[in-house]
Structure formats: C-alpha cells, structure tokens
C-alpha cells in the first residue's frame, strides 16, 4: 500500500519508556491526524496538524505528544505520562477540510 | 462540539439480507458524512459519504441516506455477503470544524 505510512505495525514498550510511532505520507496532503482505537470506543482523535509547524489537541491528548516539522511527517509520541497506552494507534491525513481522511495501517501498542 | 451516535453496535445477518447502520449527530451545521469499512486488522477505508445538499447517494449494494431535519443518516448495505464482515464507522464533520467525528462503529457479521 503507498500513500500514508506507519510504523512499525506492532511496538512492544516497558512501563515508564516513551516511544515514539512513525507516520509518514506522499500524498501532498496538507492535514494529518492521530486517533487511538479500543475495542468499542471507535476512533478518538489524540491529536491533529494543519499544517507544518501546527499542530491542535484533541479529544485524549494528555499523555501524548507530536511534532510536524516536515509536510509529509506527523510522528506521535507515546510518553510515561500516558496511563494506559495500551491501543492500536492510527495515522490519517487529507487534503483539506471536509475531504476524506486516508488512513495508515496502524501499529498496535503493547506495555510489558 | 459534535456528536456522533451509531447503532447498533452489533449486528449479525444472513447472506443475503440486508443491513442497516444508523447514525445521528448534534450539530447541525455538520455538511459531511463518510462511511468507513474496517476489516479485521486492517485500516478504516471509506466506501461512501454523502454531503449535505444531498438526501440519498447509491453505490452498488450500498447506499446511504440523510435526514437533516432529523438529524440522522443510515448506511444500507443489500444482498450481503461474507465479505460484507466488517466494523463499519460513521463520521460527520462539523461546519465550525474540519475534523471528523467517528462513531463507535458497528460489527457487521453476515453468515454463509
């Protein structure tokens, strides 16, 4: 699959290490975003950017943190602080507002 | 902000059947409606979405429907078939902001 890009697919982590996810689009797209998934919570936005050198909270950003310093590359950054980090973890961008959202395949996040 | 509620949750059919996922949401300035497929362990796909200056938008076995009075809209899927297996998202995207909110999803099952 080309276009938007993340990894690695499965990420293992020690409690009190941060780690931090890859995301990495070619497709010019302008708006990237972070969202993490648990089973029966759907997708809950962590984080999103605009454009390069911006980025916004989302709904569960505590414990999380991101950087945009290049268009095509939004990592996330899973900190100590982040309570239970335990999750599949996806990337998204779009062209702009309104438009549809390509998503990356996801890395699942264990804490051993 | 906006609120996206999706039911059900659950929801088991015969190959064959047809099935319906219905959304609602709070704002009523929200203009754009994706439907996401998500099979297992893959990443959220979009497979229709629908604008608001539209009521009803068809693709093949799947269509969706808007209410904006009511503000709610469905996603039909007819002549379901294995394949069909999916968690499937409903968004909406408020006119006051560019991000989409998701749905909890709904897990479709259909049985040979």
């Known amino acids: 699959d080309g276009g938007i890009t993340q990894s690695p697919k499965y990420l293992f982590r020690k409690e009190g290490q941060n780690v931090t996810l890859s995301c990495e689009q070619n497709?010019?797209?302008?708006?990237m975003y972070w969202y993490r998934q648990d089973p029966g919570q759907g997708l809950r936005l962590i984080y999103y950017?605009?454009?390069?050198?911006?980025?916004q909270k989302g709904d569960i950003a505590e414990g999380y943190s991101v950087s945009r310093e290049k268009k095509e590359s939004f990592p996330l950054t899973v900190t100590s602080a982040q309570k239970n980090p335990t999750a599949f973890y996806l990337c998204?961008?779009?062209?702009?507002?309104?438009?549809?959202?390509?998503f990356g395949q996801g890395t699942r996040l264990t804490v051993v | 902000g906006e609120n996206v509620e999706q039911h059900p949750s659950t929801l088991s059919v015969q190959e064959g059947d047809s099935a319906v996922i219905k959304c609602t949401y709070s704002?009523?300035?929200?203009?754009?409606f994706p439907w996401y497929k998500q099979e297992l362990g893959k990443r959220p796909q979009l497979i229709i979405d629908?604008?608001?200056?539209?009521g009803e938008k068809k693709d093949q076995r799947i269509a969706v429907t808007l209410n904006k009075t009511a503000k709610h809209f469905s996603l039909h899927i007819t002549e379901t078939q294995p394949e069909d297996s999916a968690v499937y998202f409903c968004?909406?995207?408020?006119?006051?902001?560019?991000?989409?909110?998701f749905g909890r999803g709904t897990s479709l099952i259909v049985h040979p």
């Open positions: 998204a961008s779009s062209i702009g507002t309104g438009a549809e959202a390509f």
């Open positions: 497709l010019n797209h302008d708006a």
């Open positions: 968004a909406a995207r408020s006119g006051g902001s560019y991000i989409p909110t």
């Open positions: 629908i604008r608001s200056n539209v």
């Open positions: 950017s605009q454009i390069v050198n911006d980025f």
């Open positions: 704002d009523s300035a929200s203009n754009y």
